[in-house]
């Protein structure tokens, strides 16, 4: 069904495939199957045909890298990072938003975008992710060839194509600290921070709230080769196509226009026009690498928030794909360690230790019935059992959160106070791929399947 719909999307709109290989130019093309997987990298895009032949074989979306390369072809993960450098022609700054709140999203992108054209930075391009994003790109053309930076005590200048992804990160979060207070101003106006807080399930209290803990810039934790959803490319969550905006409609646009079925190409462009080669980013350049030398506790206090927003985002990702890998219930061997180890009856810990059985367990397609009867036999492993009415009152209490359609996930890895301070962390070597127990069966599961094919 989704196959026949983007052949007949592309059919029936020639401008938008001729912008998409305009803008697959000197870039890795990457493609993402259904089940959420992405095909073989580095790819690249020639033609019109190579679109139809990748959604004739499974592709569903398509992405593109943030950088610019002399020969993407040539890319891969063994090449150090001044290999990467030789190769790298240039790079794009790449504001990718991302939001559970659509107009959170849409504000954050207005208040961005007059940002820069406030301090003359033209042109800006803008594009709907298709989900409840938007990517605001500054293209290459507009930074200086070089930049001083400081290394160590010292003052040294550096082609600026080698100084990804530092730089981005800088400028990105240079850009948050400016518009934080403008866009918290804007939530406190518009929603209750008790509600919101619930709401998003966000375990702060409400004098903790910042504007990154619902507002995620992708940008902030970008390494090399970070790809992103390509214009007109389709969202697979939604049916709807990322499509260019006029910089100056950001603030009415109204994603309903993106629907896959109803789409008309408009022509805005989005890193498909010639661009005059003039440094317009040198200033910003500056002003963020002098604020980042004298706030590094601000630029680490927002990228900490980001990170968390972005491990939760990654393990849900890989829950979902559990799901869709086993189809029901994960059987206990693919359990990681710490959860076998708990299993197995421990002596200190056990109040976290329930927290954590139970919704990993429940995450996992484990009924509430067959989760009882585990805890059951678990708390008769403890030396020290706890008492049948503390059990009973915890899975109470969660069968009425997740009956209200709550979800909690177990605490995730580096969480200090949970597996190594209770002493169940004995790591293995797919521990070292994980965040969170509950990505451990998902990364089993696909190393076993690899072993069977190179067996087989």
């Not at 019109?48 to 398509?62: N, P």
């Not at 196509?241 to 409609?249: C, F, H, N, Q, Y």
Request: charged share 30%; with cysteine; aromatic share 12%.
């Amino acid at each position: 069904m989704l196959k026949t719909k983007l052949i007949s999307f592309y059919k029936r709109n020639p401008e938008v495939l001729g912008d998409m290989i305009k803008v697959a130019q000197n870039r890795e093309i990457g493609y993402m199957f259904e089940d959420g997987t992405f095909g073989k990298r580095p790819y690249i895009l020639e033609n019109e045909g190579d679109i139809f032949e990748l959604i004739k074989k499974g592709a569903v979306s398509f992405h593109m890298s943030v950088e610019r390369w002399l020969n993407p072809l040539e890319l891969s993960t063994k090449l150090k990072k001044t290999q990467l450098n030789e190769l790298r022609l240039g790079w794009d700054l790449i504001i990718d938003l991302d939001s559970k709140n659509f107009n959170i999203a849409r504000y954050t992108a207005k208040l961005i975008i007059d940002l820069l054209t406030g301090k003359e930075i033209h042109p800006i391009y803008i594009k709907y992710s298709g989900g409840k994003g938007f990517h605001i790109a500054v293209p290459w053309e507009l930074f200086p060839k070089e930049v001083t930076v400081p290394k160590g005590d010292e003052l040294i200048k550096e082609d600026t194509k080698n100084l990804f992804p530092e730089l981005a990160r800088t400028l990105a979060s240079y850009i948050a600290y400016k518009i934080e207070e403008d866009l918290k101003k804007f939530i406190e106006r518009n929603w209750d921070i008790n509600e919101i807080i619930n709401e998003y399930n966000l375990n702060i209290l409400p004098e903790q709230l910042s504007p990154f803990h619902l507002i995620e810039i992708d940008t902030i934790l970008i390494s090399s080769r970070h790809l992103f959803r390509m214009p007109y490319s389709i969202n697979e969550k939604t049916g709807r196509i990322s499509i260019p905006i006029d910089p100056k409609d950001t603030d009415t646009f109204n994603p309903e226009i993106a629907d896959i079925d109803y789409y008309v190409y408009e022509g805005i462009p989005f890193l498909t026009e010639e661009v005059d080669q003039e440094p317009r980013l040198e200033k910003l350049i500056y002003t963020a690498i002098k604020w980042e030398a004298v706030n590094k506790i601000e630029k680490e206090r927002i990228r900490a928030t980001q990170l968390k927003i972005s491990v939760e985002e990654e393990v849900a990702k890989d829950l979902q794909r559990t799901k869709i890998k086993f189809k029901g219930k994960v059987p206990e061997k693919y359990f990681p360690p710490c959860i076998k180890n708990i299993l197995n009856g421990i002596e200190d810990g056990r109040k976290r230790a329930l927290f954590i059985l139970i919704n990993f367990l429940i995450n996992l397609e484990w009924s509430w019935k067959e989760i009882e009867a585990l805890l059951w036999k678990w708390n008769d492993k403890n030396p020290n059992p706890l008492r049948e009415r503390y059990i009973e009152y915890q899975l109470q209490w969660h069968k009425e959160k997740y009956g209200k359609g709550l979800r909690y996930l177990p605490p995730n890895c580096s969480n200090a106070g949970y597996y190594k301070d209770m002493g169940v962390c004995n790591p293995d070597e797919i521990c070292k791929l994980i965040k969170n127990p509950i990505s451990y069966p998902l990364k089993r599961f696909k190393i076993e399947r690899n072993k069977n094919l190179d067996t087989g």
